[in-house]
């Protein structure tokens, strides 16, 4: 497999929000073939996305529906349980 994709940052911020979903899903994506380790995909995609300038929210809503036994996926159950109470 090639190199992953990389977005200029200042476009990123500039992007609207389906957009940058979109470009999201893409990057994710490549993590998901890239490595065979789901944790690793999941974290070093996570990180990727903040270094290129993606929100977090979004970040984790795309990481919880590509990995939804991972660290973003359980994440958004707990702010979600918490926020119920």
């Given at each position: 497999m090639g190199k992953i994709?990389?977005?200029?940052r200042e476009e990123v911020k500039k992007l609207p929000v389906s957009e940058q979903l979109f470009k999201l899903r893409l990057l994710a994506d490549q993590f998901q073939r890239k490595f065979s380790i789901p944790g690793l995909a999941e974290t070093s995609f996570i990180t990727t996305a903040h270094l290129e300038g993606f929100q977090t929210e979004y970040v984790h809503e795309v990481a919880a529906s590509f990995?939804?036994?991972?660290?973003?996926a359980r994440r958004m159950k707990t702010v979600m349980y918490c926020a119920v109470e």
């Open positions: 994709i990389r977005f200029d990995w939804p036994n991972g660290y973003a």
